[in-house]
C-alpha cells in the first residue's frame, strides 16, 4: 500500500511539473508573439509614413519634371521659364491635407509609444536624431516644410568635393571650387573638405537641382560677391556663413558650362533670388551685406526661409519685386523657426503682392519696424515671438510702407497666436478672408511658448563628423 501511495504522489508531482512547464512554453511564446506583433505594427507604421513621403516627393518630382521649360536666353536677356507652382489655391490644398497627415502620423506614433528625440522643431527632428548623419547627408532633402518643402536641390546626383577657396577666374572656374560646382547642369550635392573663407570676385550664380551643404566644416562667403539663384529651380542652401557681401558686375561671369555672359551690377545681397522655385535657405549665419540678406523678386515662389539667424543688418529681407510687378502675386513664401537677432533695423519681411507665412520666429530686436508691406499682400504671421525694442515709437510690429489706411485696411494681415513682449503690438487688417489664409498656411505652427527652445539653434550648425550634430 505504501508503495502504491508513493508511487501515485510521484506520478501527481510529475504531472503537475509537466503543467507548470507547459503554461510557462505558452506564456513565452505568447510574450514572443505580442513582441513580434508590435514589432511589426511599427515597422508597419514607419514603412507606410515612409512609402507615403517617398510616394509624394517622386509624383510632385516627375510633375515638376513635366512642366519646367529651360531657362533660354534672347540677345543676352534671361527669359522667365521655370518650375512654379502656379496656383496658390492647390498649393493650400496640398499644405492643408499635409498637415491632416502629419497629425495623424503623429498620433500613430503617440499610441506606439513612439517619441522623437529632438525638440519641437521639426525640420531637425528629421536628421539631427541620427549619430551617422554625415553618412546620410541626403536625408536632408526629405525634410523641407512650408512652400519650398518639396525643393530637393542635389539629392539625385552624385556628391562634389570643394577643396578650392579661390576664386580667380570666373569666366573657366577651377575645378575644386565651389564655382565650379554650383555651375554644373547635372544635379549636384556640393559639400566642402575642409573650414574655408571663400572671397567671390563675382556672384555666385547657380545651376538649377544643386545643395550646398556646409555641414561638418566652418564655411565662410564673405568680403565679396555672393549668392544669386537666377531662372532656376530646386536649390538648397544650409550651413554657411554669409556675410559682408558687396556690389559687383560689370563683367563677364559663367553661369553653365556652355554660356558665359555679361553681368550688370549686382546689389550685394547675401541670397539674391530672382525668378527661380522650389527654393530652400536653411541653418545659416547671414550679416552685414550691401543690401539684403535674403531677397526674392520678379515671380519667385515656392521658397522657404527657415532656421537662419540673421544680425546687424539693416533691410534684411524684401519679398516682391515692386508694387506694379503684378506676378508676384503668385508669390507663396514661408519664413519659419528664424532668429532676428541683433542690430537689426527693418524688413524682416517686407512683402509686396502675394502669400506670406511667418511662423515660429524670434525677434528680438528691431530698430524700425518688424514686418512690413505695400501692394495689398497677405500676411499670417503665427506662434511668433516679437519682443520690442525701448524705443517708445518702434513698438509696433507692422508697417504699412507708404499706403493710405483706407487701403491697408482692406488687407488681410492677421497675428494668431503670438508672444507680444515690452508693448509690442500687432496691427491686424482686413475681413479675414479663410481663402486667403488658407493660400498664406503652409505647416501647422507651435504655440509661442515653443519658440526659444525652436530656435535655439538658428544659425549655421558646428557639426563635425562622428559627432551628433
Known amino acids: 500500500m505504501a508503495s502504491s501511495s508513493q508511487k501515485l504522489i510521484s506520478v501527481c508531482v510529475a504531472l503537475l511539473v509537466v503543467l ?14 505580442s513582441r513580434k506583433l508590435k514589432t511589426e505594427v511599427i515597422q508597419s507604421s514607419n514603412s507606410s509614413t515612409m512609402a507615403a513621403t517617398r510616394k509624394l516627393k517622386t509624383e510632385e518630382f516627375q510633375s515638376l519634371n513635366s512642366s519646367t521649360m529651360a531657362a533660354t536666353r534672347l540677345d543676352g536677356e534671361p527669359q522667365q521659364q521655370h518650375a512654379v507652382a502656379a496656383d496658390p489655391d492647390m498649393v493650400a490644398d496640398e499644405v492643408a491635407k499635409l498637415v491632416q497627415m502629419s497629425e495623424q502620423n503623429r498620433t500613430a506614433r503617440r499610441k506606439l509609444g513612439f517619441f522623437s528625440c529632438g525638440t519641437g522643431n521639426p525640420i531637425d527632428d528629421c536628421w539631427r536624431c541620427d549619430r551617422n548623419w554625415h553618412k546620410n547627408r541626403k536625408r536632408l532633402a526629405d525634410c523641407g516644410i512650408g512652400f519650398g518643402r518639396n525643393a530637393i536641390g542635389g539629392r539625385d546626383g552624385r556628391f562634389y568635393v570643394v577643396t578650392d577657396p579661390t576664386d580667380e577666374d570666373v569666366v573657366n572656374p577651377k575645378p575644386g571650387t565651389l564655382r565650379h560646382a554650383v555651375i554644373q547642369e547635372e544635379p549636384l550635392w556640393i559639400v566642402f573638405k575642409r573650414d574655408m573663407v571663400i572671397e567671390l570676385k563675382q556672384e555666385l ?4 537641382f544643386k545643395t550646398i551643404d556646409g555641414r561638418g566644416s566652418n564655411v565662410h562667403i564673405a568680403n565679396g560677391a555672393c549668392i544669386t539663384i537666377q531662372f532656376i529651380t530646386n536649390v538648397i ?8 557681401c558687396k556690389p559687383t558686375g560689370n563683367a563677364m561671369v559663367r553661369s553653365s558650362p556652355s554660356h558665359f555672359g555679361w553681368r550688370t551690377m549686382a546689389d550685394g545681397d547675401a541670397v539674391s533670388i530672382f525668378g527661380s522655385s522650389h527654393i530652400w535657405i536653411d541653418h545659416n549665419s547671414l550679416s552685414h551685406c550691401a543690401d539684403g540678406l535674403v531677397d526674392a523678386v520678379m515671380g519667385s515662389t515656392a521658397i522657404t526661409v527657415s532656421n537662419n539667424h540673421f544680425t546687424h543688418h539693416n533691410e534684411v529681407m524684401l519679398l516682391g519685386h515692386s508694387d506694379s510687378y503684378t506676378k508676384d502675386k503668385l508669390m507663396q ?22 502669400y506670406f507665412h511667418v511662423v515660429n520666429n524670434d525677434y528680438t530686436h528691431w530698430e524700425m519696424y518688424a514686418i512690413g508691406g505695400s501692394a495689398e499682400p497677405t500676411i499670417n ?20 510702407v507708404e499706403t493710405d489706411a483706407s487701403e491697408w485696411k482692406k488687407w488681410n494681415w492677421r497675428s494668431e497666436g503670438d508672444l507680444l513682449l515690452n508693448g509690442a503690438f500687432f496691427r491686424p487688417s482686413g475681413a479675414g478672408a479663410s481663402a486667403s489664409y488658407g493660400r498664406a498656411s503652409s505647416l501647422a505652427a507651435k504655440p509661442s511658448s515653443m519658440v526659444d527652445t525652436i ?6 550648425l558646428g557639426c563635425r563628423k562622428g559627432r551628433p550634430c
Open 20 to 33: 507548470a512547464l507547459t503554461a510557462m512554453i505558452f506564456r513565452n511564446s505568447e510574450i514572443s508573439l
Open 205 to 208: 550664380i547657380m545651376n538649377s
Open 237 to 244: 542652401i544650409h550651413g554657411l556663413h554669409i556675410h559682408d
Open 333 to 354: 513664401v514661408t519664413i519659419a523657426y528664424n532668429h532676428f537677432g541683433e542690430g537689426l533695423v527693418q524688413r524682416m519681411p517686407r512683402c509686396r503682392h502675394g
Open 381 to 400: 504671421s503665427q506662434g511668433n515671438r516679437y519682443a520690442a525694442p525701448m524705443d517708445r515709437f518702434a513698438k509696433e510690429v507692422t508697417k504699412r
Open 455 to 460: 530656435t535655439s539653434t538658428a544659425g549655421a
